[in-house]
């Protein structure tokens, strides 16, 4: 299990509010799909979507007794700053073992930027088929968007200035939730 290094971070969302937005969140999901098929499907942008994807999973189901099924995409190769960040992309795996075409895609992240990941990660999909529609959901909005894209599922708004960084710690790797902002 890796640390976070809290040093030169500042806190800004802990477990509790953390755990009670994704909450928040599967009831709006479930609301709006309501009566819930198996055209709605959950999937995680990896690698924090995929923490994000599965603990919505898990709350839906425990809602309403339905198995949506659960996929997780790699955007490594779509990015637009590829060329930016290194050579040799890292790649994690897509695990989309279903068909998407006329599906009801929630497309799950956990912090909201600019929009290129979401552009990346919907150019990413449209390779498995069409879907019905994609709608987003994530943990933390920061508002400054680059792109004509919009979260319809937000847990928090939270206005940082541009050129501080927002990251998010997972319990899965970190052994607690929490959503910091890097301080330079």
């Given amino acids: 299990m890796s640390m976070v290094n809290l040093e030169n971070c500042k806190k800004i969302i802990g477990d509790t509010e953390i755990s009670l937005s994704l909450t928040r969140i599967a009831y709006q999901i479930i609301e709006d799909n309501y009566p819930l098929d198996e055209n709605l499907v959950l999937i995680g942008i990896k690698t924090g979507g995929e923490f994000i994807a599965r603990r919505l999973h898990g709350l839906i189901k425990d809602i309403t ?5 659960m996929g997780f995409i790699d955007i490594g190769l779509y990015r637009d700053d590829l060329v930016n960040v290194t050579s040799d992309p890292v790649l994690n795996g897509t695990e989309i073992d279903f068909d998407i075409l006329s599906k009801k895609v929630v497309l799950i992240d956990d912090i909201f930027y600019t929009g290129r990941t979401i552009r990346a990660a919907l150019d990413a999909l449209i390779d498995f088929g069409r879907p019905e529609f994609v709608k987003l959901a ?3 909005d920061r508002n400054n968007g680059e792109y004509p894209i919009r979260p319809d599922y937000i847990g928090k708004h939270v206005l940082v200035e541009k050129d501080k960084k927002i990251k998010m710690s997972f319990k899965e790797t970190e052994g607690e939730d929490f959503v910091y902002v890097v301080e330079k």
């Fill in 65 to 69: 007794g339905i198995d949506l099924k």
């Fill in 138 to 140: 994530v943990i933390v």
